[in-house]
């Protein structure tokens, strides 16, 4: 009756979240940059109600809405940036709406929105039958890239939340049980001396030789890390034109591992390789960390609780329209991509989901003791409380993420099913933890098994500020 309430608010409300997410999906902000996006969600969150304190843990367009009182309080999480370059119409083919513009290439838009819609009909539920509880959204930015949650979790934005739940557009509906790579984000800057690069190379000394042989050095590094470890790089500054001496280069590293610890220990290595790359070439160097996260600590009993609710409420049904579209998008992803994608998810029987379009099931979850080497400042939120992040079918199987495909997609008909889909299915959980204390205290204590007294240090030193101003010098 209590959860009816609320998932017939999302059905009578469904047009009003899908043009929030839609508009959204055509804002297509860069991380940090989000105003209006944010704006939009935590002007819609007021005007039903829930207290809204913005610009919180150094973030212009990071905010957090309540609504409510007492205990247990329930985090929903909300992300809304987009990603570089990934500029799309909503046609199944590749056509930008801006070239070189940002776009939804993860679907954040949904994500936020689903957020948003689900937070306000628990609210109306517990309204309308007089029963106690917080219900809190995280307006969270730029998870593409600087780790907004971190930076909240470290201002101390969720040491009295119970539980959080989170939900990401992607190809299947899922709450797996894998855990996530801990992830610094680093810059290295090298300072030489400009020369004539013929006339007078000696009286040079070449900062790009020194990002090269750092290089070099990370390279045969991977020898001797564990296999779960993953480095990668690109240089963003490696000179002007080939006749001078670079006096500057910089490359920018992610350098990942499953636990804290373990990157912590590669991290300081890479460090070292610098420090030796700027010594053989008679250079100066900094180290500039952009950003952190940590490993995620996964929750059975929250991923099975959101899988019941999924198959409670029922998959989203398709049109012809819809199909058509989601035919013409599957012809634009060759087939082994796609297989190799659905092998690298683990699923048990992932083989079925070959030769179809889009999943149309909802497996039990699966990953336990797994690694997903993929990484998220979702992570952080979970070493303060039992979180989930799981996900629905906004996307036809095979779809690369950061993709165009994404992009068009996240803004069609096909993920707008997702988006109400999953808004009721968070909405639906929140009302089950609300109303069940033991199913939320077990969930609890499954946290605490799995840190087995491991205390969160967060990534991030504490005098590190958001880079708010990385764009301007793009």
Known sequence: MIKDTALMWIEENKGRIIEISDAIWRYAELGLMEFKSSRLLADE????????????AGMPTAFVASWGSGRPIIGILGEYDALPGLSQKNVPWREPIEPGAPGHGCGHNIYGASGMAAAIAVKVALERHGLKG??????????????????????????DVDAVIGHHPGTMNAATLKKSLAMYSVKFHFYGKSSHASASPERGRSALDAVELMNVGVNYLREHVSTDVRIHYVIEDG??????????ARSWYYIRAPERDEVDFVYDWVKDIAKGAALMTRTKHKVELIG???NLIPNRVLAELVV??????????????????????????????????LKSSGRPGWEKLVDKLIDDEIPDPWGEGEVSYASTDVADVSWRAPTVEFSTAAWVLGTPGHSWQSTAQSGSSLGHKSLIFASKVIAATVLDLILNPELLEEAKNEHRNRLKGKVYRCPLPPDLKPPLDTWSHK
């Open 239 to 248: 000179g002007r034109q080939p006749n001078v001496v670079p006096d500057y």
């Open 45 to 56: 969150l007021e005007k039903h109600g829930f207290k809204v304190k913005r610009g919180v």
């Open 292 to 294: 952190g996260v940590s």
């Open 134 to 159: 917080t219900v809190r959204f995280y307006g969270c930015p730029a998870e593409e890239n600087f780790d907004g949650k971190v930076y909240m979790v470290r201002d101390g934005l969720f040491d």
């Open 308 to 341: 019941k609710n999924m198959r409670e409420i029922g998959l989203p049904e398709y049109g012809e329209k819809d199909l058509k579209f989601a035919g013409q998008i599957a012809k634009t992803i060759p087939l082994e991509d796609k297989i190799s994608q």
